[in-house]
């Protein structure tokens, strides 16, 4: 019998592309990770901007904790159905097409939130005209702007999986999806830089307006530079054969409906559910905690919001590499992922006591938060990879994107609760932080116990007919 080589020995060892003239191994897929980096940063950059104006737009138009609840809820809601909806789109026309669109949509809306307020006191008073319902304008104006900008972000996350599962081995999947939410926290230390000088010089209605020029600027990278890893020029045969040296799969299309009856698609979606309601939490909550708890206002917030998503960038990263490290070293990958899910999991516990230094002890706080939003990174750059290890990879926009519809009702409901929690408790965030701290731990039980062993979806052993479109 002949010796057998592993397929990404074999790949690495195929002759260069003859369009190189310089003999250089072609690593093209690097470059797309460079792009879904760099919308995924503005995409957060766009998202985070009205969560750090948060305590100076509540004082500025009177907006009760309940009504910024609302705010959050809005952007939740209208994400999880963008979700759902970009996922199978993006199945269906491809990320080179559908990706770019989304982006440029969500742009626009970032811009168009400049308008909120006017629109708000439209509305607001056609409310009250029509129904009675007194509402502030301001909370209106956001709560619309907000619905709109998730619906229109919805692409980001099922593009970015996508486009991953399409460009990397799965052995690298891990670690590049650890860049991808690595530009997450990029994107709100952006925000964090942009935001306050820009506000305090032009006014806060500016800096949705630069935020939003942000994604119409990377367009003119996306459409010169992305093309699939087959017809992409710039990427050599051996390139193509390493991306492509796991197992082949079938083309045959498949139905986004058929993909809830697979306990890995519900792994998936419950512990999204979990995990997304605490980050929407960190994202809304955060500023307004270090204001009511320490007092911080927007020209004092900088830094130690900084701190927090500096850190966040470290877990982003070495989640990731630390599955991807270990299945390089030979351990199986459902060793590999949930070792990694657990590490990240006990990182978040420590938040629990976020609440509890006294009002001298501000860096205590700004530490544990870190760390929790460190381990929420590393926890969910491994859990977008379960998608692409346990289904075809013509299925993972649609299971990422129906995980991610079940993810933002999470944090719509959670938003909305804090509101209330805040308001009939007085600002305590003791217990909201205590929830935060066992997430983590029960998403990763309910991923074992639904997928003992991370074993694949036997799509393709359905009965013919049952799941083509």
Request: hydrophobic letters at 50%; glycine letters at 10%.
């Given at each position: 019998?002949?010796?057998?080589t592993a397929?990404?020995?074999?790949?690495e060892?195929?002759?260069?592309?003859?369009a190189?003239p310089?003999?250089r191994?072609?690593?093209?897929?690097?470059?797309?990770?460079g792009?879904?980096?760099?919308?995924t940063?503005i995409?957060?950059?766009?998202?985070h901007?009205?969560?750090?104006?948060?305590?100076y737009l509540?004082?500025?138009?009177?907006i009760s904790?309940?009504e910024w609840?609302?705010?959050g809820?809005?952007?939740?809601?209208?994400?999880a159905?963008g979700?759902v909806?970009?996922?199978?789109?993006?199945?269906?026309v491809?990320?080179?097409?559908?990706?770019?669109?989304?982006?440029?949509?969500?742009?626009?809306?970032?811009?168009?939130?400049?308008?909120?307020?006017?629109?708000?006191?439209?509305?607001?008073?056609?409310?009250y005209?029509w129904?009675?319902?007194?509402?502030g304008g301001?909370?209106?104006?956001?709560?619309l702007?907000?619905?709109?900008?998730?619906?229109t972000?919805?692409?980001?996350?099922?593009?970015?999986?996508?486009t991953?599962?399409e460009?990397?081995p799965?052995?690298?999947?891990?670690?590049a999806?650890?860049?991808?939410?690595?530009?997450?926290n990029?994107?709100i230390l952006?925000?964090?830089?942009i935001?306050?000088?820009?506000?305090s010089r032009?006014?806060?209605?500016w800096?949705f307006?630069?935020s939003?020029?942000?994604?119409?600027?990377?367009l003119?990278?996306?459409i010169?530079l992305?093309?699939r890893?087959?017809?992409?020029p710039?990427?050599?045969?051996a390139?193509?054969?390493?991306?492509?040296?796991d197992r082949?799969?079938?083309?045959?299309?498949?139905?986004w409906?058929?993909l809830?009856?697979?306990r890995?698609?519900?792994?998936?979606?419950?512990?999204?559910?979990?995990?997304?309601?605490?980050?929407?939490f960190?994202?809304?909550w955060?500023?307004n905690?270090?204001?009511?708890?320490?007092?911080?206002?927007?020209?004092?917030i900088?830094?130690?919001?900084i701190?927090?998503?500096?850190?966040?960038?470290?877990g982003?990263?070495?989640?990731g590499?630390v599955?991807?490290?270990?299945?390089?070293?030979g351990?199986?990958v459902?060793?590999a992922?949930?070792?990694?899910?657990?590490l990240?999991?006990?990182?978040?516990?420590p938040?629990m006591f976020?609440a509890?230094?006294?009002?001298?002890?501000?860096w205590?706080?700004v530490?544990l938060?870190?760390?929790a939003?460190?381990g929420h990174?590393?926890?969910?750059?491994n859990l977008?990879?379960?998608?692409s290890?346990?289904?075809?990879r013509?299925a993972?926009?649609?299971?990422?994107?129906?995980?991610g519809?079940?993810?933002?009702?999470g944090?719509?409901l959670?938003s909305?609760?804090?509101g209330?929690?805040?308001?009939?408790?007085?600002?305590q965030y003791?217990?909201?932080?205590?929830?935060a701290g066992?997430?983590?731990?029960v998403?990763?039980?309910?991923i074992h116990?639904?997928?003992?062993?991370?074993?694949?979806?036997?799509?393709d052993d359905i009965?013919?007919?049952?799941?083509?479109?």
């Amino acid at each position: 019998a002949m010796p057998t080589t592993a397929p990404s020995a074999t790949a690495e060892a195929l002759p260069l592309s003859p369009a190189d003239p310089t003999g250089r191994r072609t690593r093209y897929r690097w470059v797309i990770l460079g792009l879904i980096f760099a919308g995924t940063t503005i995409n957060y950059v766009d998202r985070h901007v009205l969560n750090i104006l948060g305590p100076y737009l509540q004082n500025l138009y009177s907006i009760s904790k309940i009504e910024w609840g609302y705010v959050g809820a809005a952007f939740a809601w209208s994400y999880a159905f963008g979700q759902v909806i970009s996922g199978a789109f993006l199945d269906k026309v491809g990320i080179r097409l559908g990706y770019p669109l989304g982006l440029a949509l969500w742009s626009l809306v970032s811009i168009l939130h400049a308008a909120a307020v006017g629109l708000g006191t439209w509305v607001g008073g056609g409310l009250y005209a029509w129904f009675g319902i007194a509402v502030g304008g301001a909370a209106v104006g956001f709560i619309l702007m907000r619905a709109l900008l998730g619906l229109t972000e919805g692409p980001n996350f099922p593009a970015a999986t996508k486009t991953l599962s399409e460009w990397f081995p799965k052995k690298e999947r891990a670690l590049a999806m650890g860049w991808v939410n690595a530009g997450t926290n990029i994107g709100i230390l952006i925000a964090l830089l942009i935001v306050e000088p820009i506000t305090s010089r032009f006014g806060w209605q500016w800096a949705f307006v630069v935020s939003g020029a942000l994604g119409l600027f990377w367009l003119t990278f996306w459409i010169p530079l992305y093309r699939r890893p087959a017809d992409h020029p710039r990427v050599s045969p051996a390139e193509l054969a390493y991306i492509n040296s796991d197992r082949a799969e079938p083309a045959t299309p498949i139905r986004w409906r058929a993909l809830l009856t697979y306990r890995q698609t519900w792994a998936f979606a419950i512990a999204k559910f979990i995990t997304d309601a605490m980050w929407w939490f960190y994202m809304v909550w955060f500023a307004n905690f270090l204001y009511d708890r320490y007092g911080l206002d927007l020209k004092r917030i900088g830094l130690p919001l900084i701190t927090v998503y500096l850190i966040a960038d470290v877990g982003s990263v070495a989640g990731g590499w630390v599955s991807s490290t270990m299945i390089h070293r030979g351990y199986t990958v459902n060793r590999a992922r949930k070792t990694a899910l657990f590490l990240c999991a006990l990182l978040v516990v420590p938040i629990m006591f976020a609440a509890m230094p006294g009002k001298d002890w501000i860096w205590v706080s700004v530490i544990l938060l870190g760390l929790a939003t460190a381990g929420h990174q590393g926890f969910s750059s491994n859990l977008f990879t379960l998608v692409s290890d346990t289904f075809p990879r013509r299925a993972c926009g649609s299971v990422a994107g129906l995980g991610g519809f079940f993810g933002y009702i999470g944090g719509a409901l959670f938003s909305a609760i804090t509101g209330y929690v805040l308001t009939w408790t007085g600002n305590q965030y003791g217990g909201l932080f205590f929830v935060a701290g066992v997430a983590y731990l029960v998403a990763l039980l309910i991923i074992h116990l639904l997928m003992p062993r991370l074993e694949p979806a036997n799509i393709d052993d359905i009965v013919p007919g049952a799941v083509p479109a």
